[in-house]
């Protein structure tokens, strides 16, 4: 069946570290990956999209990277602050091609800086 | 406006009412899409609209729930005959077209008594 997976429900890391979460998806071929931030009572917001063509997308203290051979793709956040404590989800877009391009998201990984 | 506006942003239902769930998306943006968000879990895929145009509606959990975007703006997701397990975050969210980020509004939270 088709999956996807965030490394870990939570991940506490000090201010001023890189943060990396991991995103694997199993049976998608999907035509690109999205990253969204979402805050406690607030919707997902987004962040990056990267394309099955793309090694490496960055914007700011961000940076994603998408390996199809893998199946994964991780996101980096660089330097970071306690203002980038917040849930981070996953989204595929897979290429349905039938005019249906809904994003499939997974559970989440739950970020804390600590200061 | 500037965002994706959802209303009401809570709603509390006897089970068995029937409730309305409101989207205002972006002006000019195609793309309407419905999401259904647990605690704790991510959002799952309700259904998608192509302007008025409703694609796929093969996350609607039952005949239950029923969506519509008349004019290709305003969209309304009702549930009838509410169930405590219809008890969840409702997440509206529209884009451009494909290859694009979504903007998701703030959810309605529905909680059945």
């Known amino acids: 069946s088709q999956k996807i997976e965030q490394n870990s429900e939570a991940l506490n890391i000090q201010e001023g570290k890189t943060a990396t979460l991991t995103c694997n998806y199993t049976n998608y071929s999907p035509a690109y990956l999205q990253w969204y931030r979402q805050d406690p009572g607030r919707g997902p917001v987004f962040l990056l999209l990267i394309r099955e063509n793309e090694k490496e997308k960055r914007k700011e203290r961000l940076k994603v990277t998408f390996d199809t051979t893998l199946k994964q793709s991780l996101f980096h956040i660089t330097a970071s602050q306690p203002a980038d404590s917040a849930t981070y989800l996953c989204a595929l877009d897979p290429y349905s091609g039938a005019g249906s391009y809904q994003l499939t998201f997974g559970k989440g990984t739950k970020l804390s800086v600590i200061p | 406006g500037a965002g994706v506006s959802q209303s009401p942003r809570y709603k509390v239902a006897k089970r068995g009412q029937d409730v309305a769930l409101r989207c205002d998306p972006i002006s000019g943006h195609v793309s309407l899409f419905w999401y259904q968000q647990a605690l704790g879990q991510g959002p799952e895929f309700l259904t998608y609209?192509?302007?008025?145009?409703?694609?796929?509606k093969s996350g609607l959990p039952s005949d239950r729930f029923f969506a519509e975007r008349p004019e290709g703006s305003v969209s309304t997701l009702k549930i009838q005959r509410t169930q405590q397990e219809d008890s969840a975050v409702y997440l509206c969210?529209?884009?451009?077209?494909?290859?694009?980020?979504?903007?998701f509004g703030s959810g309605t939270r529905l909680t059945v008594v």
């Open positions: 609209f192509q302007n008025e145009a409703q694609l796929d």
């Open positions: 969210a529209s884009s451009p077209g494909s290859s694009y980020g979504y903007t």
